[in-house]
């Protein structure tokens, strides 16, 4: 399995996030001048196969319920529907993630032994069907040492960058335990993708109530994106991409908010809240709804947005208007034209 590739090379992974890196603005003009002709990539879709979610369900996961059945399987049959749905939506690529069932167990065997079937079906796929899918690959969080030697063996494969959940054991993805990891990503220049856990944001509020994934999933978004603000993760670590999914959650509607109060509340934040929120990037989940990509280009601008559909959950009919709303919601031409077809393969090292 060590030789399976996932169609880049590591000298080429590491040459594309350094070229990245060095021409990272708050603007984004240097990444978008990287592509020369339109490239549709959908930031935000999923593979999973049973076997792996009976194995993660056997380890103590007890909502993979959520994944089954959805079409994200592997299957010859289910990827040609796949593939049906994207050539509609005129998407060239999928970039996949596993979470919310990502590998994480506090039983470090547990979670090594996860990440690597995961990241092993991952590398099948890509190699499968390197035109069209990429992949954001596993970590075995919360341990360390395991993570760091999963991520040489997945990054040798050529795995375009690494994924996570918005926590990790109830723990929060700033703990600066999980320092060295991000040191690493940093000095190899790639993406880290941070998606919600599906944990109803550890609160009986939500769990109890039934709302972890109308409400619970977008707090988690928030909250994880305002941890990385401040504690200025992406100032510590200037060439690690940084992408949240949905939008941030609510961070377009907090965010001068933050700016008015962090002085007072957490005078420790490295910088304006607002600054730092534009270091990252946010995918364009957010279940159709103009207001809401709206507000995020106005608060975030059009260069930190990235397409995504959510697949499978977005699927069918839903996954062609998970992309069409976009030109629904008014926005400027260039900026639709940037968030449909330039910004996603930029940021993810595709150009």
């Avoid at 979610?53 to 959520?66: I, R």
């Amino acid at each position: 399995m060590t030789n399976l590739p996932f169609s880049i090379s590591r000298r080429d992974l590491l040459r594309t996030g350094a070229t990245a890196a060095a021409g990272l603005t708050l603007g984004g003009a240097s990444l978008l001048a990287q592509r020369k002709r339109p490239f549709r990539v959908d930031a935000h879709a999923h593979v999973w196969t049973k076997e792996y979610l009976d194995l993660v369900e056997s380890f103590g996961k007890m909502d993979t319920s959520v994944q089954r059945d959805k079409g994200a399987g592997p299957s010859d049959a289910e990827i040609e529907k796949r593939f049906a749905q994207m050539d509609t939506a005129k998407v060239e690529m999928q970039v996949l993630s596993v979470c919310p069932q990502a590998p994480h167990f506090e039983d470090k065997t547990q979670a090594v032994r996860a990440a690597r079937m995961i990241n092993d079906v991952y590398a099948d796929v890509v190699r499968k069907w390197p035109k069209k899918f990429k992949a954001l690959v596993a970590l075995p969080f919360p341990h360390v040492d395991e993570c760091l030697k999963e991520l040489d063996r997945v990054m040798a494969m050529g795995a375009i960058g690494v994924s996570t959940t918005t926590t990790v054991a109830g723990r929060s993805i700033a703990d600066p335990a999980f320092a060295p990891v991000y040191e690493e990503l940093n000095r190899r220049g790639t993406v880290l993708y941070v998606h919600p856990a599906g944990a109803s944001a550890h609160s009986p509020m939500i769990a109890n109530y039934k709302l972890t994934w109308m409400i619970g999933a977008p707090i988690e978004d928030t909250i994880s994106t305002a941890h990385l603000i401040i504690r200025g993760i992406p100032q510590k670590y200037p060439k690690l991409k940084i992408v949240n999914s949905h939008l941030g959650g609510a961070l377009p509607m907090v965010l001068q908010r933050m700016d008015n109060q962090f002085g007072w509340e957490n005078p420790e934040t490295p910088e304006k809240p607002s600054i730092t929120a534009k270091r990252m990037w946010y995918d364009t989940v957010a279940h159709a709804h103009p207001p809401a990509i709206r507000a995020a280009v106005d608060t975030l601008g059009a260069d930190r947005i990235i397409l995504g559909t959510d697949f499978p959950y977005e699927s069918g009919a839903l996954y062609t208007h998970a992309i069409t709303y976009l030109s629904e919601a008014g926005l400027k031409q260039k900026d639709l034209t940037n968030i449909l077809d330039y910004n996603a393969a930029a940021v993810l090292g595709l150009s």
